[in-house]
Structures are given as structure tokens and as C-alpha cells.
């Protein structure tokens, strides 16, 4: 059980303080209700390129991260298709620091040509580093289009293209920052040794003066329903071929989510998993495999991934996964294999929360799904989760007839025995 | 209210007393017990002195490792995962160049049902040939693939030229040492290396401790998997190359992998504790002077850091990155001016306070909650060290000069120790003049 409080300022910050008095630090993780699903489809990349420039200092704090060392403290920020969140891990009697810290940063944020600069660079070495450096690297830069047609999530964070990055321009990251970084977009979470109401008091003495703006009412195109299978092949200079099976599922605030949840979970949820017990140890026709969902907050993806062991043909990895996930159907999960997955799920749940850093970033993100308590409640969800339920879910999104597959081809000698 | 004016940041103590608690088994094994957090979870890690370091056959001592979860005399693979996974529990197992790991953590009330097999694991491995084998081919798979990244080349030749081919810290895997092992060098190896002499238990979470204590010593604490007399097998001496500078092609490259560094000495040594404060200067971390001129002012990357790596037997310094091609000769000239000017000049008084604030806040973090204070405990168990060391490390972060420093950059950081490699496409190097 995790206890909070939670006020909304004037200005719509909502603020939520977990007290947790075994330990002396304290978090501040701030998730901005952003990401890039926001973005124009023709300059992908900026919410995650904004994130770099959050760091280049504000109005009243020249070097954001001299001061963040001072305060002995620690700090990250990630983007996904959803949200950008920022955490700072610092001894509890900084907490003042930190708040000052992203207040300034949320009110009033240095934007300079030369920042933009150096970190459009920093930005196109990442997307080097991270998607074209790396064997089967670039494999969500395909699958996405092909997966999303209409949906902004067929572009992925880092962006498109690094011509995306390039030509973004310090005007446009302006008025990006302008309309999503206000309170009202906001949720501030603080976990760790501290007292609530100080929490209350100081999130209002630096953030009520970040005026309220008004934030723009997000529409989206939404997807529409997969009628039919698409499949595409591509050949890469990997020494092994993969193929990567999506199916188009709902979306994070949806009851079927958790559902689905387990189902990626029996599929492939540690070394007992089907997948693994069936294709890696029993057939071995893939040397790795994987099940899950991507949890998205507008309709998502279930995703499965599996490389090949050299010398079986795609065609046929491809037929063992189909014929896997018909099992499901045909030969549905016992009592034993469910509780299974329920327990694992429950033990992971406790392990990330025992450090309150993911408490914080956990309580932010639950308040945005529309309630933290929900962070309380999960356990039993899964718990309550049927059989029936797992089939009818497993039957309704594993639709062979509706999945989009990439055939991650190998050219090299290794793949073919 | 004035925005301008920085809230006073206070002082912080530093972790306190971080001792563990420490219960003896029958058999002398140490458990040491951190008992803390507020999730009903707990840890349990198990380690031997049973890393590469001891093995004479290559993959000998990951192997056996990696497959004492693939068979017991008493349960097959898919027994042994379907208890772990039925209890929500994860098993982790992993070995480096000098230790071996098995690490088990589940929730506090399936402790009892989940141990036994803990044990059974550890002491009584099976090797089955099958598994072994499906090991092998998909650990051959994993590194033919590695080889296609620049970091992993980068990374393999730095280890060689520091220590030479012979050396463990400096062997490389080739690929017929995947078909070279048999099931009867894994029980060999597990026979000399897993037992009680040089095991090491560390338990953390929420759990009691005198009951886990009685349990352990049930499962481990017997003296009945002793070897004669442990084994320190006597090791080829390093060969370092003559050569300090490498350059490896890799044709579809668009980044450059650089490593730059040199072997030093490992946590025993009295100059390594300046070395951490030295180590965090240069790139520990995003203010580090290598992460703030190359990437936060040059652009030329996504990260730089500096490592400092405290081995059993030895202990080096590496500087990693990885850079666009065209950037590498630049970015290896930016690397050998900071090393210049951390050997030419003083530390400023400011900066040497930030570093101060910045590492005893790192310090505290690394007690924080029952899994990262196990950690750092680990981190002294593996190197024969005890808590002690924390409080000598404290006292140097607060101590240390700048006089101190410079002394120890003149001694350690000299430009003609270092070896630098260099993987990337050499032909777009070339054509970039890089």
C-alpha cells in the first residue's frame, strides 16, 4: 500500500507527495503531459529534442546541473510516444533546491541558438548511436509505418529522420515549449522523507508564479481498425534473421490492457514462458524470443520478437509463432499457469517499489491515467483476471488475419546455417 | 518572491553506519544481513570466487554459471523455472572476470518454498548435455553478433593490449572455444570453485533474520562441500603490448568507437580513493569536464565517460565513447587536452567543492533502500574489503586538495601511458581526414 496526498494548485499543477521515512532522500519527478504523438509529422523528433534543451539552464539558473551537484542530487528525463518526465533523486534537505529547480525551468527556460545547436548534434549522434550503429537497430523505424498508417505514433521518439532533427528550428521549439510545459499540463510527484504539508507549501511558493496558460484540447487521428494481414521483408547486414509480429491492441486505460498484460506474460514471461519452454528449449528454432505490449496511452501494439537460430528459414520461425499463439486459444492457460503469471507480476510490482524513485515516477503517471490510487488497486486487478477472460482477449487481439509482420532478413552466411 | 534566490541547500550526513549485520554459518560461510526497505521483498545473493580469472579453458567458468539453473540430480530445466515463475521469483545468475553470482529475489512470504531450490541449484548442478548445448549455440549466436558493433571491438581490444593474450583480463574469445567444452570441464570447475571456502552470502529486504540465518545455515551452512584446498592456480604474467595505438575497420560503421586508458591498480591500492575523485572530475558523470566539452559543447557525441575498473588481480582506467565519423580525431585531441590540463592545472576551489557535494550525494544514494545498499556492499565483499572503506572514502571526498590531485594526474594521467583504440570505417575516416 502505498499512502499519498494530492492537491491541484491554482494554476492546475496537480501535486503528489508520498511520505517515506526509510529513507533520507527525497524525489521530485515532474512528467509533462507531452510526448511525441504531439508532434507535427513534419518535424518529428522535437519533444524529444526538447527534453536535451530542458537541461541548458533557465531564466534564474544559468548551468541546471552545477546546481543539481550541489544539492548532492541526481537527475534523468525520458520521452516516450506519451509523456516527457523529469526526476531528480537528491538528500531530503534539498528538497527545496529541486522544486526551485523545476520551477524555474517550467516558467521560464533558456532557448539560445547555440543550445539548439549543440544539441541537435548530441541529438543526431543518438539516433547514430542508438538506431543506425546497432545491428536490428533500425527495426522500429519500419515497423512503425507499417503498423500506423494514420496515427501519430508511426514515427518514432528519437524522430523520423535525422533531417527531422536538422531542420527544426529554435521558433518552433519555442512555441512547443510554450504550449505543453505549463502547470495546468503537469503533474509533480515527491516521494521519499519528507512532510506533506512543507511539500504542499513549497510546491505553491515556486510554482503558483508559473502562470496558469492555456493548454490546447488534444485531437489526434485515430487508427483505423486493422481489416487485414501486411506483411514486408527487408535484408540488413545482421548476422541473423528476426521476424516482429504486432497486433493493434487497446489502449493503457482500457480494462482489456491488463488482460493482455498476462497474456504477453504467458507467452513469454520468464524461462517457463511458452515461447521459451517450446521454441528456444524444446524446438530451438529462435535463440530469443519475446511477448508484450506496449502499453501506450492511445490504442497500442502486442508485440512478438524472436531471432532465429541459424539455419531455420524465416518462414518456418514464422509458422511456429502462429501456430503458438493459436495454442492459446486451443489449449488455454490451467489455474496453476495463471497464478503463475499473477504472482510474478505481483512480486515485480513490490521489487520496483521498494526504491522511491519508481514510487514517484509511478504515482505521476497513475494520476495521469486518471487516478493514483489506481497504483494500489493493480494487484487485485490482476488477481481477479479469468481464464475466460484471457482466452476472449488472447482470441480478440491475436487475429493472424489482422497482424502486421516485418521479416528482418539476414545476407549474411551465419543465418543460413 | 524572488526567483533569483537559491533556496539554501543544507548538509547532508553521509549513509551513516552502513555496517550489515553479519551471521556466521556452521561451516564459517558469512551472511551478511541488511535488513531495511518497506516492500515485503527479499534478496538473496550468493557469491563464489569463480569468475573467469580461474579457469583454464576458455567460457569454462560463465558456462557453468549460466546452466546451474538447466538441471539439478534432482529437477530437469523446466521444473526448475516453473517453481521460480510460479512463486513470482527471479533467479539471475551472472560471472565477471575474478567472481560468479546467483541472485535470487522474491516476495518476503515465498521465501520458504523458493530456497530449498536455491540450494539445489547451487550445489547440485546436473549439466545436462542438451541444454549445454542449446547454451553454447545460442551464446555463439550472441557473440558473432556483438562482433558487428564498433563498441564491442573497441572494448575486446583495449583488454588485450593491457593485459596480453594469455592473460585472463586480456583473452579474447574466439569462436572454436564454443565447441570446445564438455559437460565434464563444467563439473570440474564447479567441483573446485563452488563451495563453501570462498562462498559469500549477502541477504537483503524484509525478512527476519534470525529465522533466515537458521534457514541458510540448514541449506549451506554443512561441511560437506569444502574442497581440499583451494586451488590459486598460478596465472601466465601480463603482456602488454608494445603498440599504444589501434585503429579497427568496420565497414557499415557510422559512429566511431574510442576507448583511451591505461591498467592501474584495484581498491587496495592507497592511491585509488584519489582516483574516484579524480575519475569523477574527468567524466564520471553528465558535469564531468569530458561529458560538458564534448558532447555539451562539441556535439560530437551522445556520452563520454571515464571508468575506473578495481579488478582482483589489477585494475585500469578507460575513457569510452562513441563518436560520429569525422569526429574522432577531434574527439581524442578534446580527451588528451583534459588530461593536460588536469595535470597542468589545479582544480578550482568551486569546482573541487561541487565534486565534494556531487559524490557524497552519490554515496548516499548507494545506501538508499535495502538493493542498492546490498549492492554496494557486494561491491566491498568482491574486492576482500569491508565497510571501513566507505568511511575512508568519505573521509577522502571531504579531505582531498587540489594540490592532491594534480599530484595524483602527474602520476596517473600522463599522455604516453595511455592506449587508445579507435573502431569505426576507416575508409570514410580516411575520406573525412579523421
Known sequence: MIRFTRQTLDNGLRVIVHRDVSTPMAVINMLYDVGSRDEHENRTGLAHLLEHLMFGGSANIPSYDRKVRKAGGENNAYTSNDITDYYIKLPAVNLETGLWLESDRMTDLNLTQKGLDIQRNVVIEEFRQRYLNQPYGDIWMILRPLAYKKHPYRWPVIGK???????????????????????????????????????????????????????NIRILPSEPIRKKASEMSVTRDVPYHEIIMVFGMCSRDDGCYYTADLVSDLLAGGRSSRLYRNLVMERKIFSSINAYITGDRDPGLFVVRGRLTGGVAVEEGHEHIKQELNALISNPPAKKELDKVKNKFEATKQYTHSDILHKAV??????????????????????????????????????????TTLFYKSNQKSAAH | MKRSRAPKTGKYEGPGDIRPAVAKLRNSVPVYMVSAGSQPVVKIDLMFKAGAWWQNKSLVASTVNAILNEGTIESNGEEIANRIDYYGSYLNTWSDRDNAFISLICLSKHIDSILPLLAEITRYPSFPERELNIYLQRLKQGYITEKTRVSSLAREKFALALFGGSHPYGKNIRIQDFSNLTTEDL??????????????????GRYDEQKMAGKLDGLFGGNDWKTGEFSATTKLRKNPSGEKRFIINSNRAVQSALRVGRELFNMHNPDYLGMMVLNSILGGHFGSRLMQNIREKKGYTYGIGSLLVSLRHSGFLTIVSEVGTGYGKAAIKEIYRELDKLRKKPVSKRELELTRSHMLGEMLRGFDGPFAWSESIRNLIEQDLDADYYTKLTNTIKEITPGDLQELAGKYLSPSDMYEVVAGNVAVMQEKKD
Open chain 1, 362 to 403: 509511478d504515482l505521476a503517471y497513475y494520476e495521469l491515467l486518471g487516478d493514483a490510487d489506481l497504483l494500489n488497486k493493480e494487484i487485485d486487478i490482476y488477481r481477479k483476471i479469468t481464464t475466460g477472460q484471457i482466452e476472449e482477449c488472447a482470441g480478440k487481439i491475436l487475429d493472424l488475419s489482422t497482424s
Open chain 2, 187 to 204: 563439473f570440474n570447475f564447479h567441483a573446485s570453485y563452488y563451495n563453501s571456502n570462498t562462498c559469500r552470502i549477502i541477504v537483503s
Open chain 1, 161 to 215: 529522420d535525422i533531417s527531422h532533427i536538422e531542420n527544426i528550428t529554435l521558433d518552433e521549439v519555442r512555441s512547443f515549449y510554450n504550449e505543453h510545459y505549463c502547470p495546468s499540463n503537469a503533474i509533480l510527484s515527491i516521494a521519499g522523507n519528507v512532510d506533506e504539508d512543507k511539500c504542499f507549501f513549497l510546491a505553491r511558493k515556486w510554482f503558483e508564479s508559473s502562470g496558469r496558460r492555456k493548454k
